[in-house]
């Protein structure tokens, strides 16, 4: 045991069994516990909060399969590592016996190329690949790449999962045992954490660190209050605050005050975050929380991605301070992200309904005489261009998944739609 590690690091769990939360998916007849039962896993993306225990799953899985486990970090290695440890499995003939385990962590800091290097190997089994991203990886990582895997979502922890690690580790940390240690109030301390175990363990350890005494250690709110203040002032781009920063900036956007998201902005930029990280941000906010209220948010934003990637820092702050001011000024409307939501849960609910015999392509004389592309109607042939006629599968004709909220271009649209649909 190394007594110098860090509490978080001495605390990491040896077993499936030791492994506190994500009960989702590793109790008994989980997903992923069935499948690690079976001996038979997919290659993988862990995505999820930082200090949600993705890194310590994927050893754990390697553990329990007894298969030969590498591990490569996107930030420091590049495509030259991925295929040595690939040329490597290869000429030992691994794959042919457990199957090796290539765990790559942050995988969205992965390029593409640095993606499509993975590709040939994951598809011919040559290694299992699991990933772990703090970013939803639909949009951090490449389609070919997702397609072969199962993405498995990793859940902040319950305070019920805070508290049982923190007994567990006063309990059995070989540091921690030898203290007389009182947990008095621990409420605080769970609220710091925000669901992150690294963060709970490393606050913990540093609030212990304060006393002196060999006596009683009592741990209440306002011990946990005046010592953690001063540790977490400073901004973590790789986890700690990463994420509270980046969620006070988008909802001060969201909430049109253009002055606060500028503070959050700047203290994005003083921590030296990346700047594509916020553009990206931008990107989603320009069409999630504005969107077609004023649809040149979405240009701006691109706009502002692309001078960042040319620019960089120091210069992109303000680029990314005028597109933020831009975004936080503009009307506000969530109709397109409301009604994608709405017909995806349709789609969910009503399953693959086919396309009605008008709209289908008819490429082939076959088809044409099964009917497909018979009786649609061309548009343009028509008065105004246009002329009324069911769109939908039969089953959801006249469906509506577009509201519009209060914005003035929101209501045009909706004005249009009823004129055109009577909808």
Known sequence: MNFNAPLAERMRPKSLDDYIGQQHLLKKDASLRLALDSGVIPSMIFWGPPGVGKTTLANLIANHLNRPFHTLSAISSGVKDVREIIQGVERQGMFNQKGTILFI?????????QQDSLLGAVEKGIVTLIGATTENPSFEVISALLSRCQVYVLESH??????QLLEKAIREDSVLK??????????SLLAISGGDARKLLN?????IGTFR??????????????VAQQSLARYDK?????????????KSIRGSDPDAAVYWLARMVEGGEDPKFIARRLIISASEDIGLANPNALLMANNCFQAVQTIGWPESR??????TIYLASSPKGNGAYMAINKAQEEVRRSGNLPVPLPLRNAPTKLMKELGYGEE??????????????????????NAVFFNAGSSNKEQEIAAIIKKLWNR
Do not use: M, W
């Open 105 to 113: 962590d942050e995988i969205h800091r992965f390029s593409k190329a």
């Open 158 to 163: 319950t305070k019920d999962d805070l508290q």
């Open 178 to 187: 030898e203290k007389k240690i009182v947990l008095e109030e621990t409420s």
């Open 203 to 207: 606050v913990f350890e540093i609030i």
């Open 213 to 226: 005494t060999q006596q009683e250690i009592v741990i209440n709110n306002r011990v946990i209050e005046s």
């Open 238 to 250: 790789d986890g700690e605050q990463h994420y509270d920063i980046i969620s006070a900036f988008i």
């Open 318 to 323: 303000i680029i990314l301070a005028q597109c």
């Open 376 to 397: 649609y109607r061309y548009s343009h042939d028509y008065p105004g261009n246009f002329v009324q006629q069911n769109f939908f599968p039969e089953e959801l004709k």
